[in-house]
């Protein structure tokens, strides 16, 4: 599919609209509306996160280390859900008070609930049966709908609201966040697909997320009208570019997977540590884009 089919439809999922604001003021600066953004993403990463690693421990890959890490990753949803709906002083922000932003909270808050009581049981020691494996991916995916729709509405209100955030940089960096989130989505995609749950559902699903990475990562690269910058800086652009050419190794991989192709165990964990790098570069770069703003 073309990236400006790829990227439309993205946003016409995403139902980004953007809508003058009444009586909602409680930003000041920059530096919190950042920080609520970052939160949102995290708490969208988390989603899949807690599948994905839910996943290895069902695949039987160091579970016990990864059980301890899917505690953290449970402990660090709560920690950010709970921080942009009440505030939290050492982040620097107060309790939300946008009605629209509330309720989004509120309903990933009822998703939370649900996959939280399984994930839990799991990092306690529970064993994961295929079936409850199945349970785990769904509400992880209704999760991600929910964390996805918060991300759009609080990039919307406060890209409107700060004046001096222009409203393209909130949404970039919302993008470039999804970015993160798909690098979890893939990684939990091919190891649901690696242990048998539901093969086809699940290569589909890859098989999109592969196509919506490439795209908006071009799109991040050159810009997108209305929507996501081209690079601002020159550092950006090459950075940006490593990142794409990063990609092309555990891409190629993925696109295997999805095809049917066998792959074997150590290059299954080599992409995984390559999906993991790319995120954290993605990670580095959204700091970039803020850095950016803050000194021009």
């Known amino acids: 599919m ?3 089919n790829i990227v439309t439809s993205l946003v016409l999922a995403s139902s980004i609209t953007v809508v003058p604001l009444v009586g909602v003021a409680q930003m000041t600066d920059a530096g919190s509306a950042f920080t609520r953004i970052h939160l949102a993403g995290k708490m969208s990463k988390n989603s899949q996160m807690v599948a994905r690693i839910s996943c290895f421990i069902f695949g039987g890959v160091e579970a016990q280390a990864h059980r301890e890490l899917l505690a953290q990753s449970i402990a660090d949803f709560e920690l950010s859900r709970k921080a942009l709906f009440y505030g939290d002083a050492e982040l620097g ?11 989004a909270l509120g309903e990933v808050g009822d998703s939370w ?4 009581e399984l994930v839990s049981a799991v990092a306690e020691g529970q064993e994961i049966s295929p079936g409850l494996m199945a349970e785990i991916d769904l509400y992880s995916e209704n999760l991600l709908d929910r964390t996805t729709a918060l991300n759009t509405r609080i990039a919307n209100v406060y890209g409107e609201e700060i004046k001096d955030v222009p409203l393209i940089l909130t949404l970039t960096l919302d993008m470039a966040g999804r970015q993160v989130t ?10 649901l697909i690696g242990t048998g749950i539901n093969i086809a559902a699940n290569s589909e699903n890859l098989e999109q997320e592969i196509a919506l990475f490439s795209a908006t990562l071009d799109a991040l690269i050159g810009g997108f009208p209305g929507l996501i910058m081209p690079a601002p800086t020159e550092q950006i652009r090459v950075e940006l570019e490593a990142l794409r050419a990063n990609w092309a190794a555990p891409k190629a991989a993925l696109v295997g997977l999805y095809r049917g192709e066998e792959i ?8 995984a540590a ?6 954290e570069n993605l990670t580095e770069l959204i700091e970039d884009y803020e850095a950016y703003h803050m000194q021009n």
């Open 2 to 4: 073309h990236i400006r």
């Open 93 to 103: 922000i107060e309790a939300e008070r946008s009605q629209r932003i509330r309720n």
């Open 113 to 116: 609930q649900e996959l939280s």
């Open 182 to 191: 798909r690098m979890e989505r893939a990684s939990k995609e091919a190891c």
């Open 264 to 271: 074997a165990v150590e290059d299954r964990q080599m992409m």
């Open 274 to 279: 390559q999906l993991e790098g790319i995120s």
